[in-house]
Structures are given as structure tokens and as C-alpha cells.
């Protein structure tokens, strides 16, 4: 591929396309063309500083997306369901998506999705609530129904990137914190269940790898997960990091759905599916399937020492 390959790429300043934005920036194969709602913003101007041409769209507004497209050979294309929590809106986004890259005549599309846990979670399952318009896991059940299948129907040439739990997530929402008995705690419903997680940073290396082999990619859902983890696991090497033993407090999945704040009930579901129905989960990640795109991916020890600072020190965590 030659530097002349314009790749277009969607959330270019979130945490898949600002991945993906900075490992193609980084080889220097491809000409970036970072799309974000604010080009003015710290890190769509980080991104300019390393090379991309950062433009404005919103996938609300299809001329706006197919501005971002024209003459571009390929995109990253990934969505924001959790700005607005919608699945109708998602399928809206996902339908203008569609339509701009096929007046753009784009040659490889790689998009980021989710199966649909419906296809294992049977209607009359008791085990979590349904949501919404019969939805156990809505942001995963529109990517992997819907959106996948307007995907296949369009006729553009698409790669399917099959997303796992990003290792971020223990630097924000799921970092350890301090209970009221002094000690440092992950609370997240796995129960003993091992999940499939990734490194936000190797997003950015399987697309890379994926673009650079389409003949061979066209067409596959690539599983994009780094390893496989247990609370206790994870907890483990936090600990280890932070100088500070990190328990692993599991809460029930009923007891998640309960916490209140916007989205708890879906993602105590999502949180359910993991631990529940690891057969499907861990089973469409194939560790050995994912080498054959990514041979070396960072460990969680790996990844959360790079990320040492974000993650703050014990006293720190409260």
C-alpha cells in the first residue's frame, strides 16, 4: 500500500478510532484523515501534530460524511451508542454510514461490531430482563443483528472487526476504589468467569494489519482480544502495580442492574452475558484466530504499565 491510500477514520479522537488514527499514523503506510465533531478540540489537534488531516462530520448528517470519504480508499468506521443510548438511532447512523461510503466508492470498509446475544439468550431465558424492543444486550444486539446484516446487503466491501472488553475500562469506569473498609476493590458482576479483554492499542494494530491484506480479510469477522481474564486475575495485577493488595468484590448481576445510574440494567446484562454464556463469548474470540491479525498483543500488565500514570497511585483512589 502506498502513502497516496487515504484512510478515513470515524471517533477519530475516542478510544477505538483514536487508536486506530494513531497505529496507521505511526507506520506511516497511509494518509489519516481523522474525522471528529470539533477539529479544534486538544485531541483532534494531538492528531493533526502527528500527521492526520482532521475534519468535521457528524453521522447524523450524511453530506457531511461523504465530505470525509471522497477519495478516500478505505474507512474505520465505528459508532457512539453510548452518547445517546439508542439502538434506533444507531441503525439511523449505521444506514448513513452506508450510504456515504458507497457514493464514495470506498474499497475497504472495517467496522466495528458486537454479536447479537439473542442468537444464545433464547426468549423465554429469565436470567435478565429484556430491554427496550426485545433486546437483552441492545448495544451488542443491534451491531450483530441489524447493522451487520445492512452491512452485508450493501455490497461494499467490509471487514468486520469483533470488539472484546477493553483493558481501558480498569482506568476509568472499573478502576479500583476505596471501599469503606480501606480496601482497594474492582466491583465487576463476572462472577469467576474468565472474559475476553484487549488493550485499546491493539485496535489500532489489527486494523492496520487488516488493511494492509484485504484480499485476505475482505469479507471475515477478525476477533480483536488480547487475552483472556478473570476478576481475580486482573485484580491480581493491579495489585501488583499499585504496590497494594486489589480485591475482587463481585457484585450480582441484579444487584448491577440495580445501581441506578444511566445504562446499569444493560450493561448488568452485557456483564451476565460474559459470565453466563462464556461459550459464545470467549468462544467467537478465539485466541489462536486473533494471533493470525495481531501475533503479539499487550498482556493487562503490559498495557496497564504503559498507562501507569492514568491509573494513579493507591492513595490516590478513593
Request: aromatic share 8%; glycine share 10%.
Amino acid at each position: 500500500m502506498s502513502h497516496d491510500k487515504v484512510i478515513t477514520v470515524l471517533g477519530a479522537t475516542g478510544t477505538q478510532g483514536g487508536a486506530v488514527a494513531r497505529a496507521l499514523l505511526a507506520d506511516g503506510e497511509l494518509s489519516v484523515r481523522a474525522v471528529t465533531r470539533d477539529a479544534a478540540s486538544p485531541k483532534a489537534q494531538a492528531l493533526a501534530g502527528l500527521g492526520a488531516r482532521v475534519v468535521e462530520a457528524t453521522l447524523t448528517d450524511e453530506g457531511s460524511l461523504r465530505r470525509a470519504f471522497d477519495g478516500a480508499y478505505g474507512a474505520f468506521l465505528v459508532t457512539p451508542y453510548w452518547e445517546h443510548r439508542s439502538p434506533a438511532r444507531e441503525l439511523a447512523e449505521v444506514k448513513n454510514l452506508i450510504s456515504a461510503a458507497q457514493a464514495a466508492g470506498l474499497r475497504h470498509v472495517v467496522w466495528s461490531t458486537l454479536e447479537d446475544t439473542r442468537e444464545v439468550i433464547v426468549a423465554d431465558d429469565d436470567r435478565m430482563p429484556v430491554l427496550g424492543d426485545g433486546y437483552r444486550v441492545p448495544h451488542f444486539d443491534v451491531k450483530g443483528g441489524a447493522a451487520d446484516a445492512l452491512f452485508a446487503k450493501s455490497g461494499l466491501p467490509v471487514t468486520y472487526l469483533l470488539m472484546s472488553f477493553y483493558w481501558d475500562n480498569l482506568l476509568g469506569l472499573a478502576r479500583p476504589q476505596r471501599d469503606p473498609d480501606g480496601t482497594l476493590a474492582v466491583h465487576l458482576p463476572l462472577g469467576d468467569t474468565a472474559i475476553a479483554g484487549v488493550a485499546s492499542d491493539d485496535i489500532g494494530k489489527v486494523v492496520l494489519w487488516v488493511l494492509r491484506q484485504p484480499a485476505e480479510t475482505i469479507g471475515l469477522t477478525v476477533p480483536v482480544v488480547g487475552e483472556y481474564l478473570t476478576g481475580e486475575q486482573m485484580t491480581a495485577v493491579l495489585g501488583e502495580l499499585l504496590g497494594e493488595p486489589v480485591a475482587y468484590r463481585p457484585p450480582t448481576h441484579e444487584q448491577f442492574r440495580g445501581f441506578g445510574f444511566p445504562g446499569a440494567d444493560e450493561l448488568g446484562n452485557m456483564f451476565q452475558y460474559y459470565a453466563e454464556f462464556p461459550e459464545s463469548y470467549l468462544g467467537r474470540r478465539d485466541l489462536g484466530a486473533a494471533r493470525a491479525f495481531n501475533p503479539d498483543p499487550l498482556s493487562l500488565t503490559d498495557f496497564l504499565t504503559a498507562h501507569r500514570a492514568e491509573l494513579g497511585d493507591a492513595e490516590e483512589l478513593r
